[in-house]
């Protein structure tokens, strides 16, 4: 997987930034910052995701948004994961598998494309007010794409013109 080699280059150098991956159909973005990945979102229903996977590995939190994660230009998901953790209402365990858990569901929807390009647009702030112990390793990211490969080896199995219609038409 190319998407593997580019994050591993990135992350060495300590690069911080969004790798960008687009398709006709939808776009996601991996926010790396200083070679780790903070967050991954997706413009096609950004928030579920996110719902799915508080649901599955936070189950008695009910999170309620504060004021300034309404702010669309933040990490509003990562706030929340950082709000949760200082309210005492989730480990960092927790947020760490919510993380991987959207990188997961957005990696897999991406990879249904055929047309996927990527493109790296850096980030030359070299300041964030976002607290790095929730972010993922290269290491703590790469069992995600070997998942994302076994999920859509599942899928072309079982869903062989479904996949293809995908690969023809996106």
């Given amino acids: 997987m190319v998407l593997v080699q580019e994050i591993d280059i990135l992350s060495k150098p300590m690069a911080s930034g969004n790798l960008i991956l687009k398709s006709n159909a939808e776009e ?3 926010h790396l910052f200083y070679g780790i990945l903070l967050e ?3 413009n096609y229903h950004r928030v579920r995701p996110w719902q799915r996977a508080i ?3 936070c189950l008695d939190w009910n999170y309620e948004p504060s004021q300034r994660l309404l702010d669309d230009d933040k990490p509003w998901e990562y706030l929340l994961l950082y709000d949760g953790i200082m309210q005492n209402k989730i480990s960092i365990y927790q947020a760490k598998a919510v993380i991987r ?3 997961l569901e957005v990696l897999f929807s991406l990879s249904n494309y055929a047309d996927i390009t990527n493109q790296w647009e850096a980030n030359t702030d070299s300041k964030s007010e976002l607290s790095l ?3 993922l390793s290269y290491r703590e990211v790469e069992p995600i794409f070997s998942k994302v490969t076994l999920i859509q080896n599942v899928w072309k199995k079982n869903y062989p013109k ?3 219609y995908n690969q023809r038409f996106n």
């Fill in 28 to 30: 996601g973005k991996l």
């Fill in 40 to 42: 991954t979102t997706s």
């Fill in 55 to 57: 649901k599955l590995h």
């Fill in 101 to 103: 858990s959207v990188t």
């Fill in 133 to 135: 112990g929730l972010a």
């Fill in 162 to 164: 479904i996949f293809i």
